[in-house]
């Protein structure tokens, strides 16, 4: 039986005294690489940050591998991809090598200084999303794709086993958009890092996961196989509404030798 | 030159304003990238009411403004929490509470309304022994604290969710930061006095930023500047016998202003 890296029994939470997730059950394995989507307000995010422990939940139980989120010690395990990460104040006078050994905050220990192993890593996750040239530049010099590669990098300084993107296409060309998700997949498929993916496109991210969950209406709907829900017009009308497949008809997609009209 | 060293209060005047000239961008440093550069002019009202509320009471002014300003330093950090969407809020908030508190002290205590100018504007000939022991403690506390905690300070500046995540404790480091904006204003009243302390905190900030450098070298750059201008600043106030909290935010200014004009030449267009 695969690894559990996230299992999620009975969660319950909401804004206010009004539920926008209702007794949610996931269970994400070891290599899995699911996709995460939804209409706006289906709580997608919400309920990432529930799983990271940032947010508390009203009710039910979530395990990081194989513990239960109050006692999970080993957050180093977890990369995490903010909604906004490319938002953040992009005139702070930090460097990209700063920014990255920043979340290595743990090994490195107060008082101390980066070691050379700690380099090490910091060129290592830089070499991985292409930006090892630019390590010294300034964060407000590089492109909006370019920050997200650094968040990226920061994510990955840590080796983690778990990584976890909220929408990181937002303000990224598709051009930044394809390296993106060709970086995720040799993450997925070359460093057997469990992948969980947030995004609005329904089209690209059916043909780049594993599995699906779509979350809508304070439940969630998990597909094994993600083309199940393309191509079925009830379980888009049942996630997005009766008007979705008109909303995603130019989406040509291919996975795995087939071709779909979404 | 070296001759005004002769005289002890000079001495006295240059240590603190050395110490001051450390802290001040140290502390400036973190307040200003976390967009929070009012909190030392809320802090800055907050201390006039210790001020006053230490000399009603009879005890030494500058640990009456240090205790109504770690108070206040709480509230901030709590009324911040309460109105997250609107941050500043807990500082305008905080900086009319601390004005008002002192009006009122002020008009109960007149008799030492003469007193207090020295501690709106800065002075030189009243920093004694037990003014630089003050500032020399706070300052030694504020570089340490720094630089024990210059990873998380760094982290949680930049972005305090995913701080948060790594598992620095968000929260504590905020309210650290506070607590020493509060110790930095404490120290500096004195020489710069209170209306013009922020600045000093502020400035040599935003000259440093314009040179684009990384964190540390922001930083390392800052320093210098302030140091400049404490040392310019106090040079001149000697001399002219003018009030140092202003020569010494002046020569801050010129020094900002000296930056862009550089930039400016050398981009060819205005900044």
């Not at chain 1, 990209?96 to 979340?103: D, F, K």
């Not at chain 1, 909220?166 to 060709?182: A, R």
Request: positive net charge; charged residues 15%; glycine residues 8%.
């Amino acid at each position: 039986m695969s690894v559990s890296v996230i299992e999620v029994q009975n969660l319950s939470f909401g804004y206010n005294a009004k539920p926008i997730l209702n007794n949610i059950n996931l269970r994400v394995n070891a290599g899995d690489f699911l996709g995460l989507i939804g209409p706006n307000g289906s709580a997608k995010t919400t309920f990432i940050k529930l799983t990271l422990g940032i947010i508390k939940p009203w009710r039910g139980q979530i395990r990081l591998f194989g513990q239960d989120i109050t006692v999970f010690k080993r957050w180093d395990k977890i990369g995490y991809l903010a909604q906004r990460a490319a938002s953040v104040n992009i005139g702070f006078p930090a460097t990209v090598e700063e920014i990255v050994a920043a979340n290595l905050y743990r090994q490195i220990g107060r008082l101390r200084a980066l070691k050379k192993t700690h380099q090490t890593k910091v060129q290592s996750a830089l070499e991985t999303v292409g930006l090892i040239n630019k390590r010294k530049c300034l964060i407000g010099n590089l492109s909006g794709g370019e920050v997200q590669k650094v968040f990226i990098a920061r994510a990955l300084v840590n080796e983690p086993e778990l990584f976890l993107l909220d929408e990181p296409t937002v303000g990224v060309d598709l051009k930044g958009q394809e390296g993106l998700y060709e970086l995720l997949d040799r993450l997925n498929k070359q460093w057997h890092i469990t992948v969980i993916l947030i995004s609005h496109d329904v089209g690209v991210v059916t043909a780049r996961v594993k599995r699906l969950a779509c979350l809508n209406d304070t439940q969630i709907f998990v597909f094994d196989q993600p083309f199940d829900f393309l191509s079925s017009p009830d379980n888009l009308a049942k996630v997005y509404g009766q008007g979705m497949q008109t909303l995603i008809h130019c989406h040509q997609v291919n996975c795995k030798g087939r071709s779909f009209n979404a | 030159m070296l001759e005004i060293f002769q005289y002890g209060f000079i001495r006295h005047a240059f240590m603190a304003g050395l110490i001051i000239g450390i802290i001040c961008p140290l502390i400036g440093l973190f307040i200003v990238l976390k967009r929070l550069s009012m909190i030392g002019d809320a802090l800055s009202h907050v201390s006039l009411a210790g001020v006053a509320a230490g000399m009603l009471l009879g005890i030494y002014p500058v640990y009456g403004a240090l205790i109504l300003m770690l108070l206040a330093g709480l509230i901030i950090e709590r009324l911040r929490n309460t109105y997250q969407q609107y941050a500043e809020l807990a500082i305008a908030v905080v900086l009319s509470s601390g004005m008002s508190l002192a009006v009122i002290l002020l008009s109960v205590g007149q008799s030492f309304n003469t007193s207090i100018f020295t501690y709106l504007f800065g002075s030189i000939l009243t920093v004694n022994k037990h003014d630089l022991f003050t500032i020399g403690i706070l300052g030694i506390i504020i570089v340490a604290t720094v630089v024990f905690l210059r990873k998380e300070l760094f982290f949680v500046t930049f972005e305090e969710e995913a701080a948060r995540l790594a598992g620095v404790p968000v929260t504590l480091i905020n309210l650290i930061l506070i607590l020493l904006t509060a110790c930095t204003i404490a120290a500096t009243i004195r020489i710069v006095g209170m209306l013009l302390t922020s600045s000093l905190m502020v400035i040599p900030v935003a000259t440093s930023l314009q040179l684009k450098k990384g964190f540390y070298h922001t930083l390392i750059f800052a320093v210098l500047f302030s140091l400049l201008a404490v040392i310019g600043g106090l040079i001149l106030a000697i001399y002219l016998n003018l009030a140092p909290g202003g020569t010494i935010v002046f020569f801050s200014v010129l020094m900002l202003l000296f930056i862009l004009l550089m930039q400016a030449k050398l981009l060819g267009r205005p900044q």
